[in-house]
């Protein structure tokens, strides 16, 4: 039997999610501040400090174009070399086999909680909500993802999930959850509430039976896998317990530790503008014997969930993705309607063409058009994914898919057939020009009052 | 007086939104690339370069209405467009809408490489030495997402905009953010949309300039809204009027509502 555990997507709603996002004036600021303000003059920022980085982009791209078409060598190699370094490797096809794999390990343990680094990929198979149907208590030890699991919320960005909320609300969040604290203490500096939520997770740190993380990169080479953080709390996640089960897609192979390299330096500077990250930990195997510590068994999930079935497709180029979240941050659209209200775990450009591939086009057939195809996702993509063309594939499944339906299919519908008559186009755009004229206030959309006579008519009329 | 090749044979593919809601624009096109020495028609049989239908997913139709494009331009040595969006289509987008049809691509890969947007064109034919026009008022430039990123303009209009007499540029910050105009988006995701547009209409504000100029109609027509909305007496004209001196027409949704 295979576990269905992937979140339960609220796609189709997207159009009140936007609503209620643009109503809640504190989100709106916190966006302007955070995206135009943080993320894009932060990689504005790291992109000026290195006079390589266009050729730096170009190295990462093929580095990412050689690794896919050569996946199936590069997946075999690094599951050789995970065993050589003493782990085990399991191969998961679907969401529901790797919580299943996951959930063995545990009870191989008997474990009662685990720690987590910050991992989309176990918020793509909705690891938390099955572990705790099995009586695991799963700690979430990143800040932003400790403070929306306190919330019961979903990220709403891939590299910050929780930056949809204020300080205020983290202070009124702590004062909820940790109860054993003075109720009257001063949490109005972020750097109280991270000590605050440091004190209270080293303990979690300490006793946890299982460490689980994500993976950035993973090296065919060497078996090694690479997390990067800004806090330090994926080396503790993976380094403390005895055991820890790195999770990651059949994507994040990369053939070197000279190519991990390469993307590394792209991946913080266009995430944050960082050179790198201020963690960055390469792990290979479990504890040897000459170790001073870490993890007594090493697990490696690899997760294909229907990435195999992009290879080679027409949206094959968004498996390049390294998650940066550059996309996202520079979204006109993400920066108005934030991470939830696009309904499931990838939000943004990137979100709206992995959405529907695991949602099914039914379910997001309008992620792919709440987008302007204003092009800036593509201009700040690190390893070039053409996302509006990607994009547009999408709107065209929908399409055939039946989507958009009702009285915006037929108006499409019968523009297009006009569009192919320009006789008839004509006198129907000369009945518009005189309609809307008429029309007045009435006008929708913010169309203004033609100027008068279609420029066709004038100009055949012998107008200069 | 030509600072290139010698232009003489140009197709003016209009774009539906001039042909409906400004013509204006089309004739001061005209004037523009007769100035530049062209002999400029606008063939009858164009229509819409089938956006609409491509960026909503139907690319049969899309394929149906640019194939009609192809034909009707298909005698002329150059093709332009007073609009960075509908040149972006016919020159970045209609070879790919092709790609797996060996009779249709190369016609689309042909026609894609004489299509130019009306800056880039005027830049290239127009002699700058002299004067365009005149136009004593400080303005700001909107850069369409299309012409700045599919079409690579932005070094053009700025060129020429120099070339007026008495115009007064004051630079948009966030140049390269869209607007919130996306063609059918703004319907479909209206809300959406001008909240993005009340965004750029602050920004415009804050230039202090009298007027907004830009090269497509469609942005435009979504900021004069909302500058209306927000009771802004900013003026809104296509660069192509200031260009050829027709920016004594009212302005885009202007006092002519």
């Known amino acids: 039997m295979t576990l269905f555990s992937q979140p339960n997507p609220q796609c189709h709603d997207f159009l009140n999610g936007a609503h209620d996002a643009l109503a809640n004036d504190r989100l709106q600021k916190q966006l302007a501040k955070s995206l135009k303000d943080g993320f894009q003059k932060k990689r504005l920022k790291g992109m000026s400090r290195l006079p390589e980085y266009e050729q730096l982009r170009d190295r990462a791209r093929d580095i990412k174009i050689h690794t896919l078409e050569n996946l199936d060598l590069y997946l075999e190699q690094f599951e050789t ?49 099955q572990l705790k149907a099995q009586g695991i208590v799963p700690i979430e030890t990143d800040l932003g993802e400790y403070i929306i699991q306190l919330r019961d919320e979903p990220p709403s960005h891939i590299i910050a999930p929780a930056f949809h909320i204020s300080k205020e609300q983290v202070a009124d969040t702590f004062r909820q959850h940790h109860a054993d604290q003075k109720r009257d203490r001063d949490l109005s500096e972020p750097t109280t509430l991270v000590h605050e939520a440091r004190t209270e997770l080293r303990a979690k740190f300490l006793s946890a039976d299982v460490g689980i993380t994500g993976a950035n990169f993973l090296i065919a080479e060497s078996g090694t896998g690479v997390i990067v953080t800004n806090e330090g709390n994926g080396d503790l996640t993976q380094s403390l317990p005895s055991v820890h089960i790195a999770v990651g897609s059949i994507e994040k192979i990369v053939p070197t530790l000279e190519d991990a390299d390469t993307l590394l330096r792209l991946l913080a500077r266009t995430a944050t503008g960082q050179e790198l990250s201020v963690y960055t930990t390469f792990f290979s195997g479990a504890k040897r014997t000459t170790d001073m510590d870490g993890p007594e068994q090493f697990h490696l999930v690899l997760l294909d969930n229907r990435r195999s079935d992009l290879l080679g497709g027409p949206l094959h180029d968004v498996l390049r993705c390294i998650r940066c979240g550059a996309c996202i941050n520079h979204c006109p659209i993400y920066g108005k309607v934030s991470g939830h209200a ?33 092009g800036r996702c593509e201009e700040v993509c690190p390893v070039r994914i053409a996302l509006p063309k990607l994009l547009r594939i ?33 006198w129907m755009a000369r009945l518009s020009v005189f309609g809307l004229r008429l029309l007045g206030p009435l006008r929708p959309y913010h169309l203004p009052k033609p100027q008068g006579g279609t420029f066709m008519d004038r100009y055949n009329g012998g107008e200069k | 007086m030509m600072t290139d090749t010698q232009p003489c044979n140009v197709g003016l593919f209009v774009t539906c939104l001039v042909d409906l809601m400004r013509p204006s624009v089309g004739f001061a096109a005209l004037r523009l690339l007769e100035r530049a020495g062209a002999q400029v028609v606008a063939p009858n049989t164009q229509t819409c370069c089938g956006q609409p239908a491509y960026n909503s997913g139907d690319f049969s139709n899309a394929r149906e209405i640019a194939k009609d ?50 800056c880039e064109y005027l830049d290239k034919y127009l002699d700058l030495s002299e004067p365009l026009a005149s136009f004593n008022h400080t303005i700001t430039y909107h850069d369409s997402c299309a012409s700045r990123r599919e079409m690579g303009v932005v070094d053009q209009p700025r060129k020429l905009l120099g070339a007026v007499d008495g115009l007064e540029l004051k630079e948009l910050a966030d140049t390269e953010t869209c607007c919130g105009f996306g063609g059918l988006f703004s319907i479909k995701f209206a809300e959406l949309s001008d909240t993005i547009a009340n965004t750029k209409v602050d920004l415009i504000k804050n230039t202090k300039a009298e007027v907004l100029v830009g090269g497509d109609l ?24 200031i260009l050829a001196g027709m920016a004594d027409e009212p302005g885009v949704e202007g006092n002519n509502a």
Not at chain 2, 80 to 99: D, H, N, T, W
Request: positive net charge.
């Open chain 1, 81 to 129: 070399q995970v065993i050589n370094a003493g782990g085990q490797v399991h191969w998961a096809k679907d969401d529901g086999e790797a919580c299943q794999i996951i959930l063995d390990i545990c009870d191989g343990v008997k474990a009662k909680t685990v720690t987590k680094g910050k991992s989309m990929i176990t918020e793509e198979i909705g690891l938390n909500a």
């Open chain 1, 342 to 374: 696009y309904g499931w775990v990838y939000p943004g450009p990137i979100g709206s063409i992995l959405t529907p591939h695991f949602v099914g086009v039914d379910e997001a057939h309008l992620l792919p058009n709440a987008c302007t195809m204003c």
């Open chain 1, 394 to 426: 999408w709107r065209g499944r929908a399409f055939e898919a039946g989507y958009p339906a009702g009285l915006q299919r037929l108006a499409l519908k019968i523009w297009a057939a006009l569009a192919k008559r320009a006789g008839l186009y004509r």
């Open chain 2, 69 to 118: 494009v192809i034909e009707a331009f298909e005698s002329f040595e150059h093709v332009v467009a007073p609009s960075g969006s509908c040149a972006g289509m016919i020159r970045g987008q209609y070879p790919e809408l092709f790609k797996d049809d060996s009779t249709w691509f190369p016609r689309a890969q042909n026609l894609a490489s004489r299509t130019f947007e009306l």
């Open chain 2, 218 to 241: 469609g942005c435009l027509m979504k900021q004069a809204g909302q500058l209306k909305d927000q009771k802004s007496k900013v003026r809104v004209y296509h660069i192509a009027e």
